[in-house]
């Protein structure tokens, strides 16, 4: 049985948000795969801005609900954001996933992933992300789950 890491962050507004960020953009290398699950308005796109902020993207990263993938132009390598929300079939978007997936100078964002799960490496960081009651509106409880290998993507935060 493989070993695995599991890491719960309690974040209490969006600096906060943007602090968890930069800990975790400071230690991609490119060739790694982020799944983000939330709700809806759960905060996976503003964490995806404040990844591509701190990796010095060129563009602004913008929710890609309605373009299913957005790419962002960075310092060290480029970040392709995909957002199956609105698929029943992944079809042609399938093939793109597959692509960027396989290239190890990209970091892989990966929203809505049910319809893709299959296509997904096992070697990825999933990042759960939940509102936390009570705290305020703009607190969120970050829950990371990683294989070993991928474990320095949440060391010391």
């Not at 790694?32 to 996976?44: I, N, Q, S, Y």
């Not at 480029?78 to 597959?98: N, S, T």
């Amino acid at each position: 049985m493989a070993r695995s890491v599991s890491k719960q962050v309690v974040i209490p507004d969006m600096a906060a948000l943007d602090a968890l960020a930069a800990k975790i953009a400071a230690r991609l290398r490119g060739g790694e795969t982020l799944e983000l699950l939330a709700d809806l308005g759960g905060g996976k796109t503003a964490f995806t801005r404040c990844l591509a902020k701190h990796l010095r993207s060129e563009d602004a990263a913008a929710s890609p609900s309605f373009t299913i993938e957005n790419i962002y132009r960075c310092q060290n390598f480029d970040i392709h954001h995909f957002d199956f929300y609105r698929l029943e079939d992944p079809g042609v978007c399938a093939f793109e996933l597959q692509e960027a997936l396989a290239d190890p100078d990209k970091l892989v964002i990966v929203e809505w992933s049910r319809i893709v799960a299959d296509l997904l490496p096992p070697v990825r960081l999933a990042v759960e992300i939940a509102f936390d009651p009570g705290t305020g509106e703009d607190s969120r409880r970050f829950t990371f789950k990683a294989p070993a290998e991928l474990a320095y993507l949440t060391e010391d935060i």
